[in-house]
């Protein structure tokens, strides 16, 4: 969870990611951000985020980020 | 049978009430109205045009059932033999299958963007015309909203549908098979079988949402449409001032025809109780570009971030790009962290413009189009920092509503530049209405030419009166987008509500393009 926090601000240092749980349907993360966190974390945990993993609900918050993070490093 | 008439009305009505007469004991195949519906509209266009949308029912329908065995074969075989498969063997497995399935999707999305491409290209590339070959009845939307299916279920996020006929309406449903919206599988398609009742709320909202649409087309478009077609008629004899007047009145033409029709197509659906996705979100008052394209023809763009941009954007090879820039020499200044978190991105995005600009015909000025909206993207996505940079030094604060009305007309005006494309006949025109509008400016000139266009005197005071009417109603809308105007208004009292729908009703009847001996002029979209 913090090696996702530290991600997510530093892509948009701007954005409070601890609080903030309509990240994607709120409009705060655009599809820039989204595809410059996808790389990250890629990279990060080793692991494939395919754009079918792309929905909302995957993305709206930190919390759902790391789930999303986690299940796939178990696949 | 076009949406604005009258045969169209009957039709709707007399759907309305089989839809709702229909027998209670027998509700669960109460979709098939809407089926028969579709189809007996579908076959006004033309018998002839049948055999293209059946073809694309029936590739996708059973492509999708291939698929969906294929993954459940393998996950039984995994399941069954889950003890005695290693990790590698399992993950072989699946790669298999995967493989398996890409061919698959790949052979349905080559056939059925094959045809749209032949009927669009063919004439212009082997045969020496222009246009299209063959213009089928909403082939584009019925296209794409069926490809994103079978893209679903390619990549696993929907559950094949088993009922042929059940998928022939989702492929078909007639209030959006002319322009759209292009629906997604997974919030349309349970909507359409759903056998609903009546709702007396849902009717009044449905109704008053049509008759707004047909205010915006009928009282609005078709009339501006009248001087648009006029100087479109005989482009080369007009001079800078009519030219940049007819861009300016066809960006409100274009908005009316087009978010009237998609307001009559939501009505309508409204009344049968299915909710169909906003396709406008008064995209007039974007502040930059990109913004524009995500609240301008909203179906059409989600469709292609969902199935082209994020795909592109994800694949190894732009991922990779990113990488090797951010590792360089240059990727740890901060220019180069900056160029390496969005370079790959945006030219992505760019490829996706492109596409957009060459799915509206075979004609240089559309690419040029896509070009140029894409462009603009690029580059004011690589310039940020520096467009940051100089606000800073201005002291301007990016926020304050100064910035940001310059903000929005700024958008406003490149929005025009790219719809010199369209309204210009081809791409040299449009180079020699870019020439004009800046050297031949002359208001008196400009005046008589404008005079001359078919459109009296009234008719253009009364089109300055709908475009400040159009605006303080945006405005509104703006300022309360959690709830709609005819949600209000019907909670109104039956004096006003009335009032208003006698109102709408008369300026469609009095401003209305309509008659024996005159066509309502045809949505600009159905011809995409």
Known sequence: MEKVLEILEEIRPDVDFENEDSLVDGGVLDSFDIVALVGELNDEFDIEIKPSDLVPANFNSAKAINALVEKLMDE | MSYTSIKFLIFVTVTILVYFLFPKKWKEYKWTVLLLASYVFYLFAGVQ????????TASTFFGALWMDKMSKSSKNYLREHKADLSRDEKKKLKERTKRNKRLVVALILI???GILAFLKYAKVLFMGGTGDLLVVLGISFYTFQSMGYIIDIYRDTVPAQRNFLKFALFVSFFPQIVQGPIGIYSSLA????KPHSFDYDRFRQGFLLILWGLFKKMAIADNANIAISAVTDHYQAYGGTTLLFTVILYAFQLYMDFSGGIDISRGVA???GIDMMENFRRPYFS??????????????GNWFKTYLFYPLAMSSLFLNVSKNIKKS???STKVGAHIAKVLPTSFASFIVF???GVWHGANWKYVAFGVYNGGIIMLAVLLKPVFESVLKKLHINPACAPYTAFRIIRTFILVLVGYVFDVAPSFEESMMTFRLIFTDQ??????????ELGLSKVALVYLAICAVFIFIISVIQERNAATTIRSTLIKKPAIVRWGVVYLAIMAILIFGVYGSGFNAADFVYAQF
């Open chain 2, 49 to 56: 045009y049948v055999g293209f949308i059946l073809f694309t």
């Open chain 2, 111 to 113: 056939l059925n963007f």
């Open chain 2, 190 to 193: 349970e909507q359409l079988y």
């Open chain 2, 270 to 272: 409204q009344i049968f």
């Open chain 2, 287 to 300: 502040k930059d570009i990109s913004e524009y394209w995500r609240r301008w023809h909203i179906s059409l």
């Open chain 2, 329 to 331: 020499k240059f990727g």
């Open chain 2, 354 to 356: 492109f596409m957009v």
């Open chain 2, 442 to 451: 002359n208001l008196k000139v400009g005046y008589g030419e404008i005079s």
